[in-house]
């Protein structure tokens, strides 16, 4: 399976500001997602990125508030913009892998936001 | 309808019992079906993964696809308190994923 780190682990960042959270993988891999995990909530999808092509971004979530790259196939990157409260969450990357490429996730550690 | 249903507890169960968690759903597309652990603070760690019907054993757990009633289950032999966590079931067509919403389990010692 996929080893995947996040940076930064936790931040807390004053309203009006960006963050950008980094992803890495330690092998190639053609999907990766980006979820936000709300305290006591399951996973929302943000947007899937593939590498070479733009991101796809699920309803709700729009390319403004949520830019995202994608350099290559070990990295990825989404950006938080102009935060507010309700922006506070986990933030995860997964990539998905298996027998058709496809058919599993394996998730990073996750990284906790905090907006004041 | 949600594309994947699951009880999101809390329960709570005695150490040694046996733990029953289980997930619906609609779509008959679904071919892959996974359930996640995901400790508090922390990301949510693949722990079972099931092509199609049938059973799978892994350890003190098992997980149970029944893709007639469009159903999936979680077993966990004699329960201990390092399984209390949050249990997320996952399916996936191969180009689409849905996530249930987590079960929390507490083991008591």
């Known amino acids: 399976s996929a080893v995947i780190s996040q940076k930064p682990s936790r931040d807390i960042c004053q309203r009006g500001t960006s963050l950008t959270i980094q992803c890495q993988v330690d092998s190639q891999v053609t999907m990766m997602f980006w979820y936000r995990q709300q305290p006591g909530q399951s996973l929302t999808l943000i947007a899937t990125a593939n590498q070479g092509s733009e991101a796809t971004y699920e309803s709700g979530f729009v390319i403004d508030k949520f830019p995202i790259s994608r350099p290559n196939l070990t990295f990825s990157t989404l950006t938080v913009s102009n935060m507010s409260p309700e922006d506070s969450s986990i933030y995860l990357c997964s990539v998905a892998q298996g027998r058709a490429s496809t058919d599993t996730q394996y998730f990073g550690p996750g990284t906790r936001l905090t907006v004041l | 309808q949600k594309e994947v249903e699951q009880d999101p507890g809390p329960l709570s169960v005695p150490e040694g019992a046996i733990v029953s968690l289980n997930c619906t759903y609609s779509n008959s597309a679904f071919q892959y079906f996974m359930w996640y652990r995901q400790y508090s603070r922390k990301g949510p760690e693949l722990l079972m993964y099931t092509y199609s019907s049938g059973n799978k054993e892994d350890g003190r757990f098992t997980a149970q696809v029944d893709k007639s009633s469009k159903y999936i289950s979680l077993f966990i032999r004699d329960s201990q308190p390092s399984d209390s966590a949050t249990y997320l079931c996952?399916?996936?067509?191969?180009?689409?994923?849905?996530f249930g919403t987590g079960t929390s389990l507490t083991v008591i010692p």
């Open positions: 996952a399916m996936s067509t191969g180009n689409q994923f849905y």
